[in-house]
């Protein structure tokens, strides 16, 4: 369940991006952005950590800003897999500066929708509350 609640809310934040950046777009119906939300959580659950590990360094220098090149990049990705022969879902961008005004967009709303949607066991101050 909780899966699908996470599948689901990158699904808002990818909508919410296309809506506020211009530059980002998508073509087709609902079912695609759930596609496109699975690809992306894919790409952040497999790709990122590796990412994120190389790029340790560069993090600590930055205090922190070489994340959002890191998540950038992620977003790239996304976009460049679901736009593929492969599967063509209509997700594209016009350059750069879309796509990283766009990952910035899908990291705040992800998040702020992530504080309302709480798991009962998650833990807190290393103490699991049920």
Do not use: H, Q, Y
Not at 95 to 101: E, M, N, R, S
């Amino acid at each position: 369940m909780r899966l699908l609640i996470r599948w689901v809310v990158i699904a808002i934040a990818l909508w919410v991006a296309v809506l506020i950046v211009p530059g980002l777009s998508k073509d087709g119906n609902i079912w695609t952005w759930f596609i496109v939300a699975a690809i992306f959580g894919l790409v952040n659950a497999i790709i990122r950590p590796f990412v994120l590990l190389l790029s340790c360094p560069l993090v600590v220098l930055t205090l922190g800003l070489f994340v959002l090149v890191v998540n950038w990049a992620m977003l790239s990705l996304t976009i460049w897999i679901s736009s593929s022969d492969v599967f063509n879902l209509g997700f594209t961008s016009d350059g750069f500066w879309p796509t990283f005004w766009g990952a910035i967009v899908i990291s705040i709303v992800s998040g702020i929708l992530n504080i309302f949607l709480k798991d009962n066991n998650e833990k807190k101050d290393g103490v699991v509350f049920k």
